[in-house]
T-cell receptor, first 111, second 115 residues
């Protein structure tokens, strides 16, 4: 059974700090990884995706992928209270189109 | 900015009744999806649809579920005889292409409450 694992949190960070969110996956065939943000009662909203080993930066967000360790992370720099949400990690295997989601990590950015 | 539109935002139904959830995908997208999220649980894939056919479905998507693209814009999910455990948020998504480098954009969701 293909799994994407995340710590459910909550992860609490002070405003302005770096938040680090982690995700592991079980399927070595997974090729692309997506980070979605979900506010309570709302739909998932894409933050960024990554498919190559290494880092990918977009504004305050950096995604990191290590395929050998089957590990994906998302760093949020200069965290803001508006970043408080649940962050969902998802993967897609090969040419397929099914997103497999983790349970999500709840992030709380405190003033 | 183009978006995926879902109606209704909230649907209340009695157990055993049929419901149809509606979605208008982004206009140039060719791949359509339904996901569901039971309260407090993870988002789960139900089905993907391309070229008027189901391309992939999960174990959840049993004979009670069906999808259809009745015209050039709408994409629907039908649940024939609702059960209490069908209560969830149902999200429609669409993408231009398939595979890991195509982004799936989600609609705002329909909250289905089965009483």
């Amino acid at each position: 059974q293909k799994e994407v694992e995340q710590n459910s949190g909550p992860l609490s960070v002070p405003e302005g700090a770096i938040a680090s969110l982690n995700c592991t996956y079980s399927d070595r065939g997974s090729q692309s990884f997506f980070w979605y943000r979900q506010y309570s009662g709302k739909s998932p909203e894409l933050i960024m995706f990554i498919y190559s080993n290494g880092d990918k930066e977009d504004g305050r967000f950096t995604a990191q992928l290590n395929k050998a360790s089957q590990y994906v992370s998302l760093l949020i720099r200069d965290s803001q209270p508006s970043d408080s949400a649940t962050y969902l990690c998802a993967d897609v295997t090969g040419g397929g189109n099914k997103l497999t989601f983790g349970t999500g990590t709840q992030l709380k950015v405190e003033l | 900015e183009p978006e995926v539109t879902q109606t209704p935002s909230h649907q209340v139904t009695q157990m055993g009744q049929e419901v149809i959830l509606r979605c208008v995908p982004i206009s140039n997208h060719l791949y359509f999806y339904w996901y569901r999220q039971i309260l407090g649980q993870k988002v789960e894939f139900l089905v993907s649809f391309y070229n008027n056919e189901i391309s992939e479905k999960s174990e959840i998507f049993d004979d009670q579920f069906s999808v259809e693209r009745p015209d050039g814009s709408n994409f629907t999910l039908k649940i024939r005889s609702t059960k209490l455990e069908d209560s969830a948020m149902y999200f429609c998504a669409s993408s231009v292409g398939q595979g890991g480098r195509n982004i799936q954009y989600f609609g705002a969701g329909t909250r289905l409450s089965v009483l």
